[in-house]
């Protein structure tokens, strides 16, 4: 299973931009979806989670700021990103994880896009 990503740019502080991650593939399920991201010199991190259910989890940093949502019918992944600040300033990578049509379970990654927040 292969996840495409895209969305990311440069955006000054207290702007918006909109993370997009498509998987494809042998694909029966995906049933959790998420966002991490990776500053330089930090661990990569969780941002956001979506379970195929809809129900979402925010990293208390993003809370507020960020809404995360999928699109089933595409098996894409959103991430929207309000109110921007530099530490928001990372590579962004999406996840999803679930069952191929042969009945394999799968966990994939995007390959990462550059989130930079500056003036």
């Known amino acids: 299973v292969q996840l495409q990503a895209s969305g990311g740019g440069l955006v000054q502080p207290g702007g918006s931009l909109r993370l997009s991650c498509a998987a494809s593939?042998?694909?029966?399920?995906?049933?959790?979806m998420g966002w991490y991201r990776q500053a330089p010199g930090k661990q990569r991190e969780l941002v956001a989670g979506i379970t195929s259910g809809g129900s979402t989890s925010y990293d208390d940093s993003v809370k507020g700021r960020f809404t995360i949502s999928r699109d089933n019918a595409k098996n894409t992944v959103y991430l929207q990103m309000n109110s921007l600040k530099p530490e928001d300033t990372a590579v962004y990578y999406c996840?999803?994880?679930?069952?191929?049509?042969?009945?394999?379970?799968?966990?994939?990654w995007g390959q990462g896009t550059q989130v930079t927040v500056s003036s």
């Open positions: 593939g042998s694909i029966l399920s995906i049933n959790t």
């Open positions: 996840n999803a994880a679930g069952y191929r049509l042969m009945g394999t379970n799968y966990m994939s």
